[in-house]
């Protein structure tokens, strides 16, 4: 899925062009304005469109109070994602539903990597690695972080990158750490988060996407959201704008991951509406589209239960969601 090493090589020189770069941003609000007034999804096809927004999602747990226990539960809900009964009311429960992939921290990956495994289930493993959410720890200590994450199992990598480079303007400096974190992960899946909440200006926005995508991110993510601002539409935009620049150029399709904040199912039905009006329908899968999320699920499962029996759930209705 990355960009050929070779289309990049001298980026010394390819690399005077990002400076030019300016992104219309009274233009970019507009569009993010027009969509969000949208009527996103005509309501008998609601259901279907939510169990698609299932398959997107990287269940995520990212807090400091995470233990084995409760990486066991995400996996098990990675792994049955929507009540047995509700999947059969709507005839889908063969259809081997389940989310995208779990995220967890790098020493969560062995318990999340054994459960899944004990469970019977081929769900990817994902972890942050690199100093996540700053990314303010040696480049050699980022380096081995992802190196042990990806020996204990993880197959898919969510580094933060370094945002002082792009404050500053050091392109060169930031394109070679991410191809240096592209060179650690070895097979697995490079997940770039550009932390676009403290990149300073949608410009920014734009050439750090640019920058991550010729270094051979598999997808570029927007926020790690532990930031005050996390996943926008605006962001997503330029970002979407970005990828399909990327895609003319070189042929390379590369993947799309807003992250932060996305709570509600009618958040995830606009995030899906975005990527079909922005970059198509080839891009709505899991290899191309993934939404971070911890809480969507619920809220998309309450949803569907009210789709099937025409009232909401109390809340012992739907246990660990």
């Not at 005509?42 to 226990?69: H, M, N, P, R």
Request: glycine share 6%; charged share 20%; hydrophobic share 45%.
């Amino acid at each position: 899925m990355s960009a050929p090493a070779h289309f990049w090589v001298h980026s010394q020189t390819d690399l005077s062009w990002i400076s030019k770069i300016q992104v219309n941003q009274p233009a970019v609000l507009r569009r993010a304005e027009q969509i969000q007034a949208r009527r996103m999804v005509k309501k008998e096809w609601q259901a279907a469109w939510l169990l698609k927004a299932v398959t997107f999602i990287d269940l995520t747990t990212l807090s400091g109070d995470d233990t084995s226990s409760n990486v066991q539960r995400l996996c098990y809900k990675a792994k049955y994602p929507i009540r047995e009964d509700l999947l059969k009311a709507l005839n889908v429960h063969d259809k081997g539903l389940t989310t995208a992939a779990v995220c967890v921290y790098p020493a969560r990956v062995c318990d999340a990597v054994k459960a899944l495994k004990a469970a019977g289930s081929t769900i990817p493993v994902a972890s942050v690695a690199t100093g996540f959410p700053a990314g303010q720890t040696h480049l050699k200590t980022r380096l081995e972080e992802i190196r042990l994450a990806v020996e204990d199992g993880a197959t898919e990598i969510d580094v933060v990158i370094n945002r002082t480079l792009v404050l500053t303007g050091q392109w060169e400096a930031l394109y070679d750490e991410i191809r240096q974190f592209r060179k650690a992960c070895g097979e697995a899946h490079l997940k770039t988060i550009l932390a676009t909440g403290e990149l300073g200006s949608l410009t920014n926005v734009y050439k750090a996407s640019m920058i991550a995508m010729m270094a051979g991110s598999d997808f570029i993510k927007t926020s790690t959201g532990k930031e005050s601002v996390n996943a926008t539409f605006p962001v997503a935009i330029v970002m979407l704008r970005a990828i399909r620049d990327f895609f003319w150029k070189t042929g390379n399709k590369i993947g799309f991951k807003p992250a932060g904040g996305i709570r509600s199912a009618k958040d995830s039905l606009a995030w899906l509406s975005l990527i079909k009006e922005e970059l198509g329908d080839e891009w709505l899968t899991p290899e191309l589209f993934r939404i971070g999320a911890s809480t969507l699920l619920s809220d998309i499962e309450r949803q569907i239960y009210h789709h099937v029996t025409g009232r909401y759930a109390a809340y012992h209705d739907l246990p660990m969601s």
